[in-house]
């Protein structure tokens, strides 16, 4: 059962435009949701995240949207650069699975981002 | 600063065999968390750690354990191993558990054979 989806296996973008990748999860028990960019043989690093009590943060070129009525993120990132080409993961926390604990994520299976020069 | 160190970097085993991963968090965090990374299914959650504590534990067989030392360094430890248990295994640590994001390791590369 994948609580945590994303739709798009890849994305391809110029540099300079828009970057927007999606999530969608269906358990409403998450209440904190991160994303990770993870490069080849590297580990995941992480980006940004929001909790469920906003709908929208931004940290510099990254933005993420929250809409909790569709269960729904997405990740912005303006502009998009080269650099950026990596793997985006987003992911989910239930503060209350398992006791009170946010230290269990559920990610997606990633979306690969292409920022062509 | 160090980052999240985990030891080894790639490891061949034989099915069957049993193996044991380490890895040490940043200095100061107390929270750890393993995940499975294989082409198929994602980054999957095997357990977290706080204090010495497993505070939560994911949908893997009894073959897969783990533990945390009082240094905060944790190790896991994947014992009859199976062909499906070649992945990339990623240890993660945090100040506290999650709230802030946690900060990964590069990773374990197991292959069975």
Same mark, same amino acid.
């Given at each position: 059962?994948?609580?945590?989806?994303?739709?798009? +296996?890849?994305?391809?973008?110029?540099?300079?435009? !828009?970057?927007?990748? @999606?999530? %969608?999860?269906?358990?409403?028990? $998450?209440?904190?949701?991160?994303?990770?960019?993870?490069?080849?043989?590297?580990? +995941?690093?992480?980006?940004?995240?929001?909790?469920? !009590?906003?709908?929208? @943060?931004? %940290?510099?070129?990254?933005?993420? $949207?929250?809409?909790?009525?569709?269960?729904?993120?997405?990740?912005?990132?303006? +502009?998009?650069?080269?650099?950026?080409?990596?793997?985006?993961?987003?992911?989910?926390? %239930?503060?209350?699975?398992?006791?009170?604990?946010?230290?269990?994520?559920?990610?997606?299976?990633?979306?690969i981002l292409t920022?062509?020069? | 600063?160090?980052?999240?160190?985990?030891?080894?970097?790639?490891?061949?085993?034989?099915?069957?065999?049993?193996?044991?991963?380490?890895?040490?968090?940043?200095?100061?965090?107390?929270?750890?968390?393993?995940?499975?990374?294989?082409?198929?299914?994602?980054?999957?959650?095997?357990?977290?750690?706080?204090?010495?504590?497993?505070?939560?534990?994911?949908?893997?067989?009894?073959?897969?354990?783990?533990?945390?030392?009082?240094?905060?360094?944790?190790?896991?430890?994947?014992?009859?191993?199976?062909?499906?248990?070649?992945?990339?295994?990623?240890?993660?640590?945090?100040?506290?558990?999650?709230?802030?994001?946690?900060?990964?390791?590069?990773?374990?590369?197991?292959?069975v054979v």
């Open positions: 059962d994948q609580q945590v989806k994303q739709n798009s +296996p890849s994305l391809s973008v110029q540099e300079g435009r !828009i970057s927007i990748l @999606n999530c %969608d999860y269906t358990n409403s028990m $998450f209440d904190y949701f991160l994303w990770y960019k993870k490069y080849p043989a590297e580990g +995941p690093t992480f980006l940004i995240s929001i909790s469920s !009590i906003k709908d929208k @943060n931004e %940290d510099g070129r990254f933005t993420v $949207f929250l809409n909790k009525s569709a269960k729904h993120l997405s990740l912005h990132i303006v +502009p998009s650069q080269p650099g950026d080409s990596a793997v985006y993961f987003c992911a989910a926390a %239930d503060p209350n699975a398992g006791g009170t604990s946010y230290g269990k994520l559920t990610f997606g299976q990633g979306t920022v062509h020069p | 600063k160090a980052g999240v160190t985990q030891t080894p970097r790639y490891l061949i085993k034989t099915r069957g065999q049993q193996v044991t991963l380490s890895c040490s968090p940043i200095s100061g965090h107390r929270s750890v968390s393993w995940y499975q990374q294989t082409p198929g299914q994602g980054l999957q959650f095997l357990f977290e750690y706080f204090s010495e504590t497993q505070r939560n534990k994911g949908n893997f067989p009894g073959r897969f354990s783990g533990r945390q030392f009082s240094n905060s360094r944790s190790e896991m430890n994947v014992s009859t191993l199976e062909l499906g248990d070649s992945a990339l295994y990623l240890c993660a640590s945090s100040l506290v558990p999650g709230l802030y994001g946690y900060t990964f390791g590069s990773g374990t590369r197991l292959t």
